[in-house]
């Protein structure tokens, strides 16, 4: 055989080309490129939805900017003006980098990339924004972070639950599962039901004796840090406390699907409406994804745990009034600054107004998903944990920015250095 005959054989050799036709017609991009209806889509959706709307959200706001001050967006300096807007309006350096970062690549993605002198003057104003921040007596610098949860915390959230009941069940099983599996939000509402599976495990001691010890395995498919959809799998042994036990709580939940004939392929954590309906039978508008019909979604988590949060009284909740009085400001701030003669005036204000919501808004503890998250790692380091098996467990790199945000900057009390010096009361 001859390297010739591997070669297929074209038009020209006698085979007629026929031509298909695609139901979807081809996309073409800014830059004139064709791609395929389904090509696009799949790029599309590579992006979770919640960056895709960020993103969107960002560049409408800078389109507006642009309308309302006569540049054009592909202008040069038109995104350093702009984010400098921003920091002039009281938003937070973070948030300034958010809307820098998701510019840049949209600039960038239409032909018109910032140039390297744009890009560093950028990051300067991003910078100066920050040390106003630190330089700002009236508020805390810094990005508003979740608050930790320990597993005394999560101990009150249990106990607002009737978990008698198949809604009490499956939200025991929910937070239980949230916080020993150092989960964001998306992580359990993703779970499929053969993604969890109880075994025993042989665990050696010290001694060399074995003893068997009841264990949960789960697979994360896909997550925020797993976007290649690699697969990671958490390990977690059952405690000896049955009210904070996740095993226990999961076999509870396994028990209601079994009794309600739906102990099928399906998400773990399914919908329950308030008719007690499970699954695909609860009523209610169901997750945008056809495939997971039955199941929950993050928000639900979310939803979850800071209605426990609430009914535990780790969290306020505000009172009508307050949310009034926090919607009435928010009415004057914008009113106010449409008035305003000039827009250095108007951003004054917002900036003012922004200032007093955001102290307003550190002032009091924030438990959402992400609290189960830090407080699993914060918890498990104090526990004398080596930092690379906390971090493997909580799917994190060592040399994470993110995971060493997590851990505490603060000595323990018992550790601390003043007290050594023997003059402690």
Known sequence: MTSTDLVPAGPGHGQAVRRRHRAEPDIVSATGERISASAARKLTHAVPRSSRNARASRWRSYALWCATYDWAEDEPNAVLSYLSDLGDRGHPANSIEAH??????????????????????CQLVIRHRAGEEADDPLTEPGPLQADALDLDELRLMLRTLDRTTVR???????????WWMAARASEPARLNLHDAKIRTVQIEDEDGRKTAHQALII???????????????????????QELCPIHALREWLDVLADDGQLTPGPLLRRIDRHGNIGANAAGRPPKDARRRGGITADTVNDII???????????????????????????????????PTAEEANAILKTWRTARRAARA????????????????????????????????????????FDAYRRKTVPWNQNPTRLLGLAA
């Open 306 to 340: 800071k209605a426990t949060a609430h009914a535990a009284e780790l969290t306020p909740t505000p009172t009508p009034e307050e949310r009034a009085a926090a919607a009435q400001a928010r009415q004057e701030a914008f009113a106010a600054a449409d008035a305003a």
């Open 100 to 121: 820098f970062s998701t510019l840049r690549a949209m600039r960038a993605i239409q032909g018109e990339p910032l140039s390297d002198k744009e890009i560093k003057a």
């Open 168 to 178: 009490g069940k499956r939200d025991a099983a929910v937070l239980l599962l949230a």
């Open 363 to 402: 002032a009091v503890r924030r438990i959402t998903g992400h609290s189960f998250r830090r407080g699993w790692i914060q918890q498990a380091l104090a526990a004398g944990n080596p930092p690379e098996t906390v971090a493997l467990h909580s799917r994190h790199s060592l040399r994470s920015t993110a």
């Open 219 to 241: 697979k994360i498919r896909r997550s925020k840090a797993d976007q290649a959809a690699r697969g990671q799998e958490v390990r977690i042994l059952a405690t000896a406390d």
